[in-house]
Structures are given as structure tokens and as C-alpha cells.
């Protein structure tokens, strides 16, 4: 029974060493269960716990050799009652920070859970320091003392704990954040006193001192205010010249579109742009936002595949770098077959335009010879109201718009066909336009200079009357839709209109009447 009382003197508690003992062991084990997480620092308090008894068991022991006033037990006592509360001190920080706060949905930074279970350690030392009866006031002075030379010699190590405290205090950078530092992508795994870990998609981690992330540019990748994570990514690929831009672009955001991809923001939509133009090909990219930072390549992927089967259902293949030389004779034989097939072309096109049915071939075939290409693509404007009119449009596949805009009110007119033509108001009466017509889809145009009608016109007036005809059904349209006249008057005005507008194209070309 001595021995037990020695022990409970040593051991101090007022007492209680047993139901401190026990009450350590329940908390202990109850943590474990609830946060098995936290198994480290349990098992770091339970040891330093079990070498204070070991301290106190030694104490009990060393009484019945020495007196209680011998430094020997002294000093035993003290460093037993130290290791006991630290220990305590431990597993409570790790009840309040993993428990309590948690609970309350207050995740503590590491370093603030490291500085304050610091600040007790300090405080449990002056405690039982003060309670061994020795001096503090002395070990105030050494200690500030110390602290500078320390302070001094460990400069960058003091540099890099400000900044992870910093880091950690400020929550720019948090554990979970995909970063970029410098070359290195990586997702946080833990901000440390000194360093900050990521874990990159090479399965690698690298440290990086925190003094780092607080002097260099540190990008938080996919992250924006108030929108959730994702990152845009680029898909680069290649398609022939000779393929339109718009339909390419077509094909590509409809096959995107179409089933949702895994690990692709639904918002923004992935889309396709024109990037550049190469020696012989035009290259795009397929823009998406991943949504899961840990996998761009598998996701880039499943983008690509989905960009080469939508190209290969339309029969539009990926072009390959290379170097294409196309080797051609340039003979007379070869200049003039070439000159054949275009003009075939050109006369296949008028064939198809009613307005020059009344065309002898060979009319045709001269009309055909002055016919110049003129592309558009989707949305660019073929003419704009007001402008000068110097062509006359022939459109050979595709369709326009005919916009009109009445005190800054835009209205659509008509919409135009392939076989359709337009242009012709400005181009025969030399007013300046009547309208706008648009591209509203790629529109292949052909078109013919004021001059090179003149002459088809002189030959054949009747072509003259035929104009006039549409010229006026068109201007009287027109002028309904500006509001000028009403669809009765239309219909009563259309033939003095058209003798009018007929009078004007003759007086413009120099015929007779
Ligand atoms: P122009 O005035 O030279 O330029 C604009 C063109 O739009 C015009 O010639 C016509 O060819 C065309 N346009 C104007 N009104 C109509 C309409 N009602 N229907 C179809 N085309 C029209």
C-alpha cells in the first residue's frame, strides 16, 4: 500500500492518478473510434502518457531509497508530471480540433492546431517547472536570448513557417486545390509548417517550400469566383483546305453536343473554333471545360475520338502534316481543258436560273465566261443597303436573307434559293442598294460585273423586261414592309412599276424603247 500512496504522490493530480489513468484510456479509445483518422496523434499522446507513468511508477519506487527532497526524485517527478500533461494536452487538442470543431464544421489549419498545442506545451512547462520551485524569471531572459540567435541562424526556415502560415491563415490555397507552380500541375495533399505537398497527375509529389508559394504566381486551376471547378482544354486537329470551315465546325459541335461526355461541363458548351491556316491544311480546336482536374488526357481522348467519328460519318478525313506537292503541266492543252470544265460549270449554273431561259447557248456560253466566283460563309454580308451596287449575284448553292432596316428597325425581307438572283436594283438602276442580304448558310455566289451584263443585255432586251419584272414585284415587297404602301396598291401598281423601272434600266443601258 506504500508503494501505491508513493506512486499517487509522485504522480500529483491532486490525488487522482487512477480516474486520470482511466479517464485517459476511455478518451483515447472512444477517439479512435470516432476518428480513426486521427490514429498518429492518439498513439503519439498514449506513448508520451505511458512513459509519465513509467516515470511515476519510478518515483514510487525511488522513495523508499530516498528522501521526497532529493534532486534525483525531484527531477523524476517533474519530467513525469510534464510528459502526463503534455499528453493530456494532446489528446484534448485532438478532441477539440478533430471532434468538436469538425463537427461544427470548422476545419482548423494544421499550423493553427500545431501553433496553439504549442503555446499549451509552453504554458504546461512553466506550470510544472514553477510547481519544482525553480526560478522563471532566469529562464525568461535565457529564453529571449536564445530565441534571437535561433531567430538569426534559422532565417529561411522562419521565412518558409511565416509563409505556411500565411498560406494556411489566409485559405487562398487549400488542401484539395489543383495549382500550377511554375512547370508543375499537382493537386494539394497538405500544407505543412514548412513545405506544401502536391501530388501530380505523374504520380509524383513534389515539396514545395511555402516561402515559394508566397513570392512566385501560384495559378489555382479551374477555380472562379462564385462558378464551379472546371478548366478549359483545347483539342487540336487538322482537316483539308478544301472542306468549309463552317461545316467542319458544324459537324464537330453537334457530335459534342450530342451525348453528354463524361467529365464535360455541360456549361459552357464545348465548341469548335478555326485556329489557323498551315500550308495545306486549316487547323481547329475543340473547346470543352473538364470538370475532373485529375484526368484531361483519358477526357481529351474521348473528345478526339468523338471529333474522328463525326469527320469520318461525313466523309471528311483528319489531314495528316505533310507535305503535299502537286506536280501539273502546265501546257496549253492542260490550260485549256481546265478553262472548259470551268466554263461547263458556270453554264450549268445559269441553266438552273429562270431569268436566262430565254439565253441561246451561245449567249450562254458568253454570259457563262464572265461569271467570277464569290464564296461566302454563314452570316457574312454578300451587300449592305446603301452601298454602291457594282455586281449582280447569281447564288449557285445555299441561301441568303434579304434584311431591310427602317429607322434602325431590321426586317427580314425575303429568303433567296440557289437559281435565285440578287442585286439586280442597284446594278440596273444605279440607285445604291435596296437592302442587305446575308449569308444564311455558306452560300456559293456567282456574280457579274455592270459591263459584262451590258452587252447581254443589248443583245437580248427581252432579258431587260424579265429584270424589270422581278425588279418590280421585289420593290413593291420592299416598299410594303418600309410601310410606303399597302398590299392593295401593291397589286394595283405593279404594272405601271414595272414599265417604269423598265423605262429607267433602258435609259441606264442605253436602249431603245
Ligand atoms: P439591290 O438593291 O441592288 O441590293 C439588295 C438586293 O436585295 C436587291 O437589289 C434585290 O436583289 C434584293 N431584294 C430587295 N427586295 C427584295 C424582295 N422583296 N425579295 C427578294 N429580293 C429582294
Not at 55 to 81: F, K, N, Q, W
Not at 115 to 140: E, H, K, T
Not at 394 to 401: K, Q
Request: net charge neutral; with cysteine; glycine share 8%.
Amino acid at each position: 500500500m506504500k508503494f501505491w500512496h508513493n506512486v499517487i504522490e509522485t504522480a500529483g493530480m491532486a490525488g487522482s492518478f487512477h480516474l486520470v489513468l482511466l479517464g485517459f484510456i476511455i478518451a483515447a479509445l472512444v477517439l479512435l473510434r470516432v476518428r480513426p483518422r486521427e490514429l498518429a496523434r492518439v498513439r503519439a499522446a498514449a506513448l508520451l502518457f505511458a512513459l509519465g507513468c513509467v516515470g511515476v511508477l519510478l518515483g514510487g519506487a525511488l522513495l523508499y531509497v530516498i528522501s521526497a527532497d532529493h534532486v534525483a526524485y525531484v527531477t523524476i517527478r517533474g519530467i513525469s508530471r510534464f510528459l502526463e500533461t503534455v499528453a493530456i494536452v494532446n489528446l484534448a487538442g485532438v478532441f477539440l480540433f478533430a471532434v468538436v470543431l469538425s463537427a461544427l464544421r470548422f476545419e482548423a489549419p494544421r499550423i493553427l492546431q500545431d501553433l496553439l498545442s504549442g503555446v499549451a506545451y509552453i504554458i504546461v512547462a512553466l506550470v510544472v517547472l514553477s510547481s519544482s520551485g525553480i526560478d522563471l524569471r532566469g529562464i525568461v531572459a535565457t529564453s529571449a536570448v536564445m530565441t534571437a540567435v535561433i531567430g538569426f541562424s534559422l532565417q529561411d526556415t522562419l521565412g518558409n513557417i511565416m509563409s505556411g502560415m500565411a498560406v494556411q491563415m489566409d485559405r487562398t490555397i487549400r488542401v484539395g486545390d489543383w495549382i500550377r507552380v511554375g512547370e508543375t500541375e499537382g493537386l494539394v495533399r497538405e500544407i505543412r509548417w514548412r513545405q506544401t505537398s502536391i501530388e501530380t497527375r505523374e504520380w509524383d509529389t513534389v515539396v514545395i517550400p511555402n516561402s515559394m508559394l508566397m513570392k512566385g504566381t501560384v495559378t489555382l486551376l479551374g477555380r472562379r469566383t462564385g462558378e464551379s471547378i472546371q478548366s478549359r482544354r483545347w483539342v487540336y486537329f487538322n482537316v483539308d483546305f478544301r472542306r468549309s470551315p463552317t461545316e467542319v465546325i458544324r459537324i464537330v459541335e453537334a457530335a459534342l453536343l450530342a451525348e453528354a461526355l463524361d467529365s464535360v461541363a455541360a456549361n459552357p458548351k464545348p465548341h469548335c473554333i478555326v485556329t489557323s491556316f498551315t500550308e495545306s491544311w486549316v487547323s481547329y480546336a475543340a473547346r470543352y471545360w473538364l470538370t475532373d482536374l485529375a484526368r484531361p488526357d483519358p477526357v481529351d481522348s474521348l473528345v478526339r475520338t468523338r471529333i474522328f467519328s463525326a469527320l469520318q460519318r461525313a466523309g471528311i478525313p483528319l489531314s495528316i502534316p505533310a507535305h503535299a506537292v502537286f506536280l501539273t503541266e502546265d501546257d496549253e492543252h492542260n490550260r485549256e481543258r481546265k478553262k472548259v470544265e470551268r466554263l461547263q460549270r458556270h453554264i450549268a449554273v445559269l441553266e438552273k436560273v429562270p431569268l436566262f431561259h430565254s439565253l441561246n447557248s451561245e449567249e450562254r456560253s458568253a454570259l457563262a465566261g464572265r461569271l467570277k466566283g464569290a464564296p461566302f460563309i454563314e452570316g457574312e454580308a454578300i451587300t449592305r443597303q446603301g452601298a454602291d451596287a457594282h455586281w449582280l449575284y447569281i447564288i449557285a448553292s445555299g441561301d441568303a436573307e434579304v434584311h431591310v432596316t427602317i429607322n434602325g428597325n431590321t426586317k427580314h425581307v425575303a429568303t433567296l434559293h440557289p437559281g435565285d438572283f440578287f442585286g439586280e436594283m442597284g446594278m440596273m438602276t444605279g440607285e445604291p442598294r435596296s437592302a442587305s442580304v446575308y449569308a444564311k448558310t455558306d452560300v456559293k455566289c456567282y456574280r457579274l460585273g455592270n459591263e459584262d451584263f451590258h452587252d447581254i443585255v443589248h443583245n437580248r432586251p427581252q432579258i431587260a423586261d424579265d429584270i424589270a419584272h422581278t425588279l418590280a414585284r421585289r420593290r413593291l415587297e420592299l416598299e410594303v414592309i418600309q410601310g410606303k404602301i399597302s398590299l392593295e396598291t401593291q397589286h394595283q401598281r405593279m404594272q405601271q412599276t414595272k414599265g417604269d423601272l423598265l423605262g429607267r434600266i433602258r435609259g441606264f443601258f442605253g436602249l431603245r424603247a
